[in-house]
């Protein structure tokens, strides 16, 4: 974990907010290749209560971007992170990853290139998007939140190079999730949403699904009728039953059998 001390020296070579909100600071700190970006999360009222005994977002975020390593996907580095605590309640933490230079959200991108069949980039970056969850997905990962927002375009959009930039929602199955009922939870966020409908057009969708399914007409055809007729109520109720479940029951005790208290002595 990067120390107090060595964030204050980056930040006195130079500091640049990205994001100032009442919960959330991103800045960039520092300058050329040692350059960081610091995610600062807090929580206030209701939202600190439902911390009690909790992960920090820090840390779920830290472990999850390992964890899109280990699937071999791209990723903003996770560096560290660290949490402030009053009465087993999280008030603040720190999320320090490497900064990526030369990148865009996909959503910004996609906002900028014009619609209609007349960019190219269109078409290459939603097949690159569909490959990148087909990638976490055999790698074990269900992302939760694979948004355009949570994207990042690595330098000119017409190289198709994304990589995932943010994950607090992630689980980590350690066993391929793709073809599986868990896997059409990401579906419908990264292509079947209303929002991924305005973003995309109907036949980029299915370039997307096209290239996630790595060709297979038949399995895009399969999986379009189970996503598409999706609602939006049907699905945030599965996103949530899924994140509860896994995350807050399933998770715990694998850790427990995983890291077994040792015997007093």
């Known amino acids: 974990m990067f120390s107090l001390q060595e964030l204050n020296r980056l930040a006195a070579q130079s500091r640049v907010v990205l994001k100032q909100e009442p919960a959330t600071t991103v800045e960039v700190l520092g300058q050329g290749p040692d ?51 009053r009465l087993l309640c999280i008030e603040e933490s720190t999320l320090i990853t490497q900064f990526v230079p030369s990148s865009t959200p996909l959503k910004q991108v996609l906002a900028n290139l014009p619609r209609g069949g007349s960019a190219p980039e269109r078409r290459l970056l939603a097949a690159a998007a569909g490959q990148l969850l087909a990638t976490l997905h055999r790698g074990g990962f269900l992302w939760c939140t694979p948004m355009p927002r949570n994207i990042l375009v690595l330098g000119a959009p017409a190289q198709g190079q994304l990589a995932v930039c943010d994950t607090p929602a992630g689980i980590d199955f350690g066993r391929s999730i793709r073809g599986t009922a868990l896997s059409t939870i990401d579906l419908f966020d990264a292509a079947f949403s209303p929002s991924r409908r305005r973003d995309f057009s109907a036949t980029e969708r299915f370039r997307w699904l096209l290239a996630y399914c790595a060709g297979d007409r038949q399995e895009v055809r399969r999986l379009w009728r189970i996503v598409a007729p999706r609602s939006v109520f049907a699905h945030d109720a599965r996103r949530a039953l899924a994140m509860f479940w896994h995350t807050y029951i399933l998770l715990p005790l694998r850790r427990r059998r995983s890291h077994p208290q040792q015997s007093a002595t």
Request: a positive charge.
């Open 35 to 85: 350059a960081v970006v610091r995610k600062v999360y807090r929580n206030r009222g209701t939202r600190w209560l439902q911390s009690f005994g909790r992960r920090s977002r820090a840390e779920r975020e830290y472990d999850n971007l390992r964890a899109v390593e280990r699937t071999g996907s791209a990723c903003t580095r996770a560096l560290g992170w660290s949490a402030r605590r």
